[in-house]
């Protein structure tokens, strides 16, 4: 399997807009691998984009993605969809206001999302709806799991209530990777899907110390509902037997750069954290 990170950052990019800290002034003056776009991920075998940022249209456009026939979402929260409006863009034939047909993308949509989807919304209603009509994506729902091609897609809900996020585990020809980018916490380490990837791709947790603001999370802070420590990751990591630990989704406010995230990598090259534009092949 070819992966690529499209965006390796978190709900804000970095640099953040109009932010003067220390990381975002060093992203505006270097660039790549320094500069973060929100989260998105690409597999190649299958021309598989993985959630839709903002930032998604440039995304593709920087890696010279020539082709996406399929599009899958982690969860619904806006740094993973807001983006959406780019099967539009690459599938609109202006002259008739529909899709050229050979652009239309397949949406494998989780049968949990099956009614949620439809609260991304425009002044005009649902999204869904207006992309569905003008044949800009056709939507193959699934329970579970799904073969795509050569690939089998397992999808595991955690449900938070309000809404459900997925880790997505991807299998070929022996290989597996665990995708789980974000709000993953319980994470499902009871389904032997997920034991003994070759590849975990996961949010790194919480960093208690060196935030922005000198902020310290209290204990009872919402954001420990759904993420983990960085410390409790690295466990995780061990007891799932990760033979390879890709770390993604790395928010601004933790207050890291390229170089501090570097020096946090192991020497093996076991544990690494993603930055845009990153190729790994398994």
Known sequence: MKWTILGSGGCSPIPKPLCQCRICQEA???????????????????NLL?????EIAGLLNRED??????????????????????????ALDFRSWKAYPEKQIRLLLQEELAERIA?????????????????FVYIEIFKGEIQV????ITAIPIDGGSQISFVHVFEQNGQRVVYAPCDIKPFPEHRIEVQKPDLLIIQPGIFETGLKHD?????DHISRTTLYTFEDTLQLAERLGARQVLFVHLEEYWNRSYDDYSALESADGRISFAYDGMEINI
């Open 215 to 219: 902020f310290e999370y209290p204990p």
């Open 119 to 135: 609260s991304i919304q425009s002044q005009y209603g649902p999204v869904i709806d207006f992309y569905r009509e003008s044949g």
């Open 149 to 152: 091609e050569d690939v089998h």
């Open 65 to 90: 993605i020539r082709r996406v026939d399929s599009l899958i979402f982690s969860h619904l929260d806006p740094d993973h969809v807001e983006g959406f409006r780019v099967v539009e863009q690459i």
């Open 28 to 46: 505006r003056q270097k660039g790549l691998p320094y500069s973060r776009a929100g989260p998105s991920a690409f597999l190649h075998d299958l």
């Open 50 to 54: 993985i959630d839709t940022p903002a």
